[in-house]
Every structure is written in structure tokens, then in C-alpha cells.
């Protein structure tokens, strides 16, 4: 697959436990040229590392990306857990049982080396998608970061990106990057109607069949984590509002003594949606 990219694509590496919306996003990141990935690195999460680099390599590779550098970084958070436990939108392989052929190797290089020689070249932007523990190193190394974590609701359970490795998350905050959050409350807005899951599962391409199928099987048809990349591509789909963020018990969410940081707020769910599957069906 040969993607013709804008000459102002923005370059990003992907910090991901590749679920179902990992695996989306990952899609979306080598169809958009809006997009440069130039990495992608890999924690525990919705699956143990081992697993979710697996499913990172199977994706990038099914679409002709193996030239993406994939690092495998923590299997287990700054306490010491392990993966999430107990059962998953995601089943117990990551891709609620979608099967995709084993890509190539992961690189040899950790996290920090992959964003370290990506930054090399110019301006990067960290993507998280994911438990924040590999970011709580690599976030200062980057130009500016977008993470899927925090609330704005506030209720239970706590958002499981920020709640899994809460002591990463903080220092994350700490790093003084220029931070964005798509939060919980907007994750949950964005679904693909069953009539454009139809149509990519039908499509002769590679990128969209494969959406097609992992949509098919995904909780809603959410686009989740694939979300904020459209907030990258597309930011005048996103409402974004300034607001203090901090660590209240697991919750990442407002509190008068948080930082300021970028809130997405809002969106409107349908062209966001629509923003995925055309992108999909034209790579």
C-alpha cells in the first residue's frame, strides 16, 4: 500500500496495548496522509505486551506498513501490575478473535531510543492510547502530546488508561508538555452506523476490510481510540476547552488544583465517524 502523504503530515508515534481501537487507530494513522507514523511503541493493557506487540506487527503488516518501527516497552506499571485482569471488550488475543497473519519482528531498540531517533528528524507529537506507564518516560522527549485518558463525569469505574498505572499518569502531568485529553466522555460518543461497517468489510482494501471486521465485533461499533487521531486530522470536528486536570484517588479529571491542559469537551460524532470510514475506504 503506498499512501501519498501531505507535505505538512504530522509526524506521530503511537504509544498503544493494541485492542480492537489500537488496531483502529493504527489503520487510521498509515490511511490518513494527514499522518506521518513514524513509530509505534507498546505497553501492557488491554492485553499482556507481549501480546498487544504482536497484534501491533500483525496490523502495521497487513496493510504494508512494516516499515513502521515497533518497540515493545513495560509489561507491567510503575507498582508492579501486570495487564488488566478480568475479562475485556477486547478478548483474551486483543482483536476479539479477528485473525490477522504475524507481522515482522519488533525492533530491537526500546521506547525511549525509537522516540529519541524519531525526534531527531523534527517536531514529534506522542500519541497515547494507552496505560500511561511508557509515557511517563517518554513524554518529556516529546514536542507535544494527545492522550485517551480522564473524565469529565467523574463516576465508576475510573477511566482505565490514567486508573491503570496512576502514578505514571501524575508524572505525565508533571512533564510540562503541551498536553491534550480526549476523555472518557468523548470516547464514548463515536460510533460507525452498521450500514458503513458493511461497507468496509466488503471493501477489496486491505485497510478497510480489516476495520470492517474488528468494528463488527467491536463494543458499539466505537471508534475509540481512533478518535484522537481524528482530533489530529480533523480538529474542527472537537470542541476543546481549557480546563484544570489532576490525579483525585485513580481518577484523572477536574480539580481546582490540576494542571491546565487542553479537554476535549465535545464532538460532532457523526462527520467524526464518517472521517474514519472515508479514510479507510480510499487508502
Known amino acids: 500500500m503506498t499512501v501519498r502523504r501531505d507535505l505538512r503530515a ?3 508515534v503511537l504509544d498503544v ?49 512494516d516499515h513502521v518501527p515497533v518497540a515493545i516497552g513495560a509489561g507491567r506499571t510503575l507498582s508492579g501490575s501486570g495487564p488488566r485482569e478480568g475479562p475485556t471488550d477486547h478478548g483474551a488475543d486483543g482483536l476479539g478473535g479477528v485473525r490477522v497473519r504475524r507481522g515482522a519482528a ?4 526500546g521506547p525511549r531510543s525509537l522516540l529519541r531517533s524519531v525526534a531527531s528528524d523534527g517536531p514529534v507529537t506522542l500519541v497515547g492510547l494507552a496505560p500511561l506507564t511508557n509515557l511517563a518516560v517518554l513524554a518529556p522527549m516529546a514536542d507535544d502530546v494527545v492522550l485517551v485518558a480522564g473524565e469529565l463525569g467523574g463516576g465508576e469505574p ?14 505525565v502531568l508533571a512533564a ?9 466522555d468523548v470516547f464514548e460518543r463515536v460510533s460507525v452506523r452498521p450500514d458503513d461497517v458493511a461497507r468496509l468489510r466488503s471493501s477489496g482494501r486491505a485497510a478497510a476490510q480489516l476495520a470492517g471486521e474488528l468494528l463488527a465485533v467491536r463494543r458499539g461499533h466505537l471508534v475509540g481510540d481512533a ?5 489530529i486530522t480533523h480538529p474542527t470536528l472537537f470542541r476543546v476547552e481549557r480546563r484544570r486536570m489532576g490525579m483525585v484517588g485513580e481518577h484523572l479529571t477536574e480539580t481546582p488544583d490540576g494542571r491546565w491542559v487542553d479537554v476535549v469537551v465535545d464532538v460532532d460524532r457523526e462527520r467524526a465517524a464518517r472521517t474514519v470510514v472515508d479514510a479507510l475506504l480510499t487508502a
Not at 33 to 62: F, I, K, M, Q, W
Not at 227 to 231: C, D, R
Request: glycine share 8%; with cysteine.
Open 10 to 12: 504530522r509526524r506521530v
Open 17 to 65: 496495548d493494541t485492542g480492537i481501537d489500537d488496531a483502529l487507530a493504527l489503520l487510521y494513522a498509515t490511511a490518513s496522509p494527514a499522518l506521518d507514523l513514524c513509530g509505534v511503541t507498546v505497553v501492557a493493557g488491554n492485553v499482556p505486551v507481549e501480546v498487544a506487540t504482536r497484534n501491533s506487527t500483525a496490523v502495521l503488516s497487513h496493510v504494508g506498513a
Open 106 to 109: 519488533p525492533s530491537e531498540h
Open 158 to 171: 475510573a477511566e482505565p488508561n490514567a486508573a491503570h498505572d496512576p502514578g505514571a499518569t501524575a508524572r
Open 176 to 184: 510540562g508538555r503541551p498536553l491534550t485529553l480526549h476523555v472518557a
Open 227 to 231: 478518535g484522537a487521531l481524528v482530533l
